[in-house]
């Protein structure tokens, strides 16, 4: 959810002795060495990837257990996320205060956060106070305290923001978007929960979702750092060792979103409408998924070299950014996208869009589209792994999609294969469908003003994020 601050002295002396040399070394040593995938197994049983770099004296873990806000009891939404802040917030016998302490004095940072598919963390430590970062972890995940203060404390930052995003136009947009798209399905459910809901969780609930959530058939670990494979299998045991077996079964279903063609409009007082738009997508391992990237990156992903911001953007001057992406998630696949523009070029903007993405559904890629999108989408991908941090996150999404722990070095080889056929074939399932849009703001030239008004929002909740591998 988020990270603590790093008040104190040590946490400040700690992490700048290794500053300098982490920026200094740590780009071409760990994208060097980030292919050296090891799949470790402790003694009792719990899997991990790690990537081993001794050269720097510290590591980062990623890990996520299966089932988010998705499967938040109705009445409770937002029982995830709330959990996700108060879970460090004071365990084993260290209430909020001391535990916190404990974090910054040995320099560890340790943070939780939830969306729809998961519930997920993060640590990162110096090497020298590995035994006790892993320590505070394991007290987190099998001992978290709920004490009154923490609770009511955290209750209200999450009230407060809420409160706040009533008047996000982006947040509301996306908001509304999943209303629509996800209505009657679990999909539909604000990630951060009502401030009504919010107010209805109580430490039971708390309680339970540790007990019944966290365990270890739907946990996925991932490590990169100063750690071998032989010291990390007993900490495996030692941290995650004594959760449960086996999580609560929460029965799902798929889905795909409604709502195609479309468009409504959020009424609120700001000179600048802020729209999304999107519609059903392409799964992570469906054969066309590489094909599907490379289409979407041509259309809408890559930067100013999209054909959405040449249209809208370089030739028009409509808006400053406009952009779509995949966004897979357990239950449905999306493809999504959003643009901000004054009131009077939204509708104008949204032709174009539309436009485009129907020229990319006919086929009107060519080979220059083609060589440029792998080119980038080759080169940059090293890029993305020049941290500790970086890498044990795509760990984690290898083990989620089932890659192999021989991924890193067949990724490229996928984007490489992908011809132009193959993109015309993945963009006419891709794209051959209408989109469903929602506008927040007060939009103007809507033709014969017949676009449906919708009045307030209801729920506030997390908008659609890359949080996808995304490759």
């Known amino acids: 959810m988020r990270e603590h601050a790093p008040t104190r002295f040590s946490w400040i002396s700690a992490w700048g002795a290794c500053a300098l040399t982490i920026a200094t070394a740590v780009s071409g040593i760990q994208t060097a060495n980030a ?17 081993n770099e001794p050269s720097i004296p510290f590591l980062s873990m990623a ?15 937002g029982l995830s996320y709330m959990a996700s802040g108060l879970i460090d917030e004071g365990s084993g016998p260290y209430d909020s205060q001391a535990f916190r302490a404990e974090l910054e004095d040995n320099a560890i940072q340790l943070s939780f956060d939830a969306d729809r598919d998961s519930f997920s963390g993060s640590l990162k430590t110096l090497t020298e106070n590995r035994d006790h970062a892993f320590e505070l972890l394991r007290l987190a995940i099998t001992e978290p305290r709920f004490d009154e203060e923490p609770v009511e404390r955290i209750r209200q930052q999450i009230i407060s923001d809420l409160t706040r995003r009533e008047s996000d136009p982006e ?30 969780i109580g430490k039971d609930d708390l309680r339970e979702l540790v007990r019944t959530r966290l365990a270890r058939n739907n946990l996925t670990i991932g490590v990169a750092g100063d750690i071998t494979a032989d010291e990390l299998g007993p900490a495996l045991d030692e941290v995650f060792g004594s959760l449960p077996a086996d999580a609560a079964d929460v029965d799902l279903p798929k889905t795909t979103p409604q709502g195609d063609g479309e468009t409504v409009v959020i009424d609120l007082d700001i000179p600048q409408s802020v729209v999304i738009f999107g519609h059903g997508g392409i799964a992570r391992n469906d054969p066309d998924y590489y094909a599907a990237y490379v289409a979407n990156y041509i259309l809408g992903g890559g930067g100013f070299s999209s054909w959405l911001t040449e249209e809208v953007r370089e030739k028009r001057g409509l808006a400053y950014s406009v952009y779509s ?42 080979e220059k589209n083609l060589d440029d999108a792998r080119t980038y989408l080759t080169g940059s991908f090293p890029l993305r792994l020049t941290s500790n941090d970086q890498i044990a996150r795509m760990l984690v999404g290898m083990q989620i999609y089932d890659l192999g722990v021989d991924y890193l070095d067949r990724r490229n080889g996928y984007i490489e294969a992908v011809t132009l056929n193959d993109v015309r074939r993945a963009a006419k399932r891709l794209f051959n469908e209408d989109m469903l849009v929602t506008i927040v703001g007060s939009p103007s030239g809507d033709g014969d003003g017949t676009v449906p008004r919708l009045e307030g929002i209801d729920a506030p909740s997390s908008g659609p994020h890359e949080d996808n591998i995304g490759d």
């Open 35 to 51: 292919a050296n995938v090891e799949e470790v197994v402790s003694p009792g049983g719990i899997h991990a990837y790690l990537v």
């Open 63 to 77: 890990f996520q257990f299966s089932g988010g806000s998705s499967g938040d009891p109705d009445g409770k939404e």
């Open 171 to 200: 947040y509301l947009g996306a908001r509304r978007w999943f209303d629509i798209a996800f209505a009657g399905h679990p999909y539909s459910k604000p990630t951060r929960g009502t401030i009504e809901t919010i107010k209805a």
């Open 325 to 366: 992406y995949l966004y897979d998630t357990d239950l449905s696949p999306m493809w999504m996208g959003g643009v901000a523009t004054r009131n009077d070029q939204v509708m104008e903007s949204i032709r174009i869009i539309k436009e485009q993405v129907a020229r990319m559904a006919d086929g009107n890629v060519d």
